[in-house]
């Protein structure tokens, strides 16, 4: 549809409910070595630029994609059959 753009995001996702203890815990941790040589390497070569934001930001950055995508949907009458 012209007028929309759209790019793959991939992130690690956690279970509703998952205490903000562990949420922070993984998000350190794989922040951690994304910041690595090797992981911004690999990365690279795979054509996949790495934002490494917040859990939060993250959230958000899903939230307005499904309100946007959820919106080509109904103005194109796609449905699932």
Known sequence: MAG???????GVLARA???P???NL???EIARYMRTPDAKERL???GIEAVGN???EFAAIIR???AVKGKVIREAG????
């Open 4 to 10: 929309y753009e759209s790019a793959a995001t991939i």
């Open 21 to 23: 203890l562990v949420v």
């Open 44 to 46: 690279l070569k795979a």
């Open 26 to 28: 993984l998000h350190r």
């Open 54 to 56: 917040s859990p939060a």
């Open 78 to 81: 796609i449905r699932m059959d």
């Open 64 to 66: 307005d994609d499904m």
């Open 17 to 19: 409910g998952t205490p």
